[in-house]
T-cell receptor, first 113, second 116 residues
Framework: NAGVTQTPKFQVLKTGQSMTLQCAQD?????MSWYRQDPGMGLRLIHY???????DQGEVPNGYNVSRSTTEDFPLRLLSAAPSQTSVYFC????????????FGQGTRLTVV | AQSVSQHNHHVILSEAASLELGCNYS??????LFWYVQYPGQHLQLLLK??????LVKGIKGFEAEFIKSKFSFNLRKPSVQWSDTAEYFC??????????????FGGGTRVLVKP
């Protein structure tokens, strides 16, 4: 099935642990992004990529790393999890820079205790 | 940098009532405008978008939105809501420059509860 696939769907981490949220798309989209969703704050951009090998920071990048070694994959790494990173994370991809036809993944609900 | 504000955090209304959700953005240049909907437990889905042309755009599920450039607004409307419209609604903008990539700036969202 075409689309954006995120894994895992749910995760509980202890403070200080690290983990990687996976995101893959099979639509050959150049543009991919990671957002976090918190109540009352909408979605905020963490990191984004305009193509393989090219990434940049978004609005709330601290505590997160990304890499884009292939067009298909855009993993998000939490280096040392903190309770403030408890959130729902969405990966998104689009073909064009105009954000037209942006596809979102199903989300990863992360709880840091 | 652009910003988006949605005026109402929560809206409660009865079936068949009309819905209007406000959205204002701040950005010095040209933007593309979007409304997304998120049903409980699901990911975001695009309701409608405005890039250029007729400022009144129609989307899916009977929703429409009007872009008023002078007011930096992009309000969402539906004449008669159904219980199935219960969801959270997000306004978003994308600066219309290639350097911005596909970055979307979202408003804080409006939770809409439609009572049967």
């Amino acid at each position: 099935n075409a689309g954006v696939t995120q894994t895992p769907k749910f995760q509980v981490l202890k403070t200080g642990q690290s983990m990687t949220l996976q995101c893959a798309q099979d639509m050959n989209h150049e543009y991919m992004s990671w957002y976090r969703q918190d109540p009352g704050m909408g979605l905020r951009l963490i990191h984004y990529s305009v193509g393989a090998g090219i990434t940049d920071q978004g609005e709330v990048p601290n505590g997160y790393n990304v890499s884009r070694s292939t067009t298909e994959d855009f993993p998000l790494r939490l280096l040392s999890a903190a309770p403030s990173q408890t959130s729902v994370y969405f990966c998104a991809s689009s073909y064009q820079w105009t954000a037209d036809r942006t596809f979102f993944g199903q989300g990863t609900r992360l709880t840091v205790v | 940098a652009q910003s988006v504000s949605q005026h109402n955090h929560h809206v409660i209304l009865s079936e068949a009532a009309s819905l209007e959700l406000g959205c204002n953005y701040s950005y010095g240049g040209t933007v593309n405008l979007f409304w997304y909907v998120q049903y409980p437990g699901q990911h975001l889905q695009l309701l409608l978008k405005y890039f250029s042309g007729d400022p009144l755009v129609k989307g899916i599920k009977g929703f429409e939105a009007e872009f008023i450039k002078s007011k930096f607004s992009f309000n969402l409307r539906k004449p008669s809501v159904q219980w199935s419209d219960t969801a959270e609604y997000f306004c978003a903008v994308n600066a219309r420059i290639k350097a911005a990539g596909n970055k979307l700036t979202f408003g804080g969202g409006t939770r809409v509860l439609v009572k049967p």
